[in-house]
T-cell receptor, first 109, second 114 residues
């Protein structure tokens, strides 16, 4: 099983749609979870941290399910500017972050 | 908003040469990292650095690589005897603390080995 696994997509959705991504991780001892977004040939940018209780930031909602070892990201009311690759990040050890391969999202006008 | 800065943005080097990639982390951050991303592949951890020493490194980070904090602001990655397969985007990141803290990335150095 890969350390961090994501569906590579692409997910093509119309503007205004709701879209959800899942990510699974293999290390049950992981403590830190994040979603980053990466635009083509750019650096990863922090989208949000993911907490056990779930958290929301505007149109974005992240959930963590420790029992099943997966993380989700929900984007509501998709905008054209949301088109990017969404990276699931989990700590493999204290200071080492493991990135998934990313899920490509394309929001269509 | 404070940011991590990296130089150069693009480095072209002949195979076998040495390169030094430079980073200025966010000023109050204590933990520094290097990652690489080969074109079309995922971001891979190379090394973490705290209190002037390596705290963790991956299997990629072999004797060909070294890191240094030569002064109070810069953090460098040196790659000796470069190979074609070292061609990648190299990202520096920093975090305020180590555990459970998000890492903030610089905009990367594209390294092309010819």
């Amino acid at each position: 099983r890969k350390e961090v696994e994501q569906d590579p997509g692409p997910f093509n959705v119309p503007e205004g749609a709701t879209v959800a991504f899942n990510c699974t991780y293999s290390n049950s001892a992981s403590q830190s979870f994040f979603w980053y977004r990466q635009d083509c040939r750019k650096e990863p940018k922090l989208l949000m941290s993911v907490y056990s209780s779930g958290n929301e930031d505007g149109r974005f909602t992240a959930q963590l399910n420790r029992a099943s070892q997966y993380i989700s990201l929900l984007i509501r009311d998709s905008k054209l500017s949301d088109s990017a690759t969404y990276l699931c990040v989990v700590n493999g050890a204290a200071y080492k972050y493991i990135f998934g391969t990313g899920t490509r999202l394309k929001v269509l006008a | 908003e404070p940011e991590v800065t990296q130089t150069p943005s693009h480095q072209v080097t002949q195979m076998g040469q040495e390169v030094i990639l430079r980073c200025v982390p966010i000023s109050n951050h204590l933990y520094f990292y290097w990652y690489r991303q080969i074109l079309g592949q995922k971001v891979e951890f190379l090394v973490s650095f705290y209190n002037n020493e390596i705290s963790e490194k991956s299997e990629i980070f072999d004797d060909q690589f070294s890191v240094e904090r030569p002064d109070g602001s810069n953090f460098t990655l040196k790659i000796r005897s470069t190979k074609l397969e070292d061609s990648a985007m190299y990202f520096c990141a920093s975090s305020e603390q180590g555990r459970n803290q998000p890492q903030h990335f610089g905009d990367g150095t594209r390294l092309s080995i010819l």
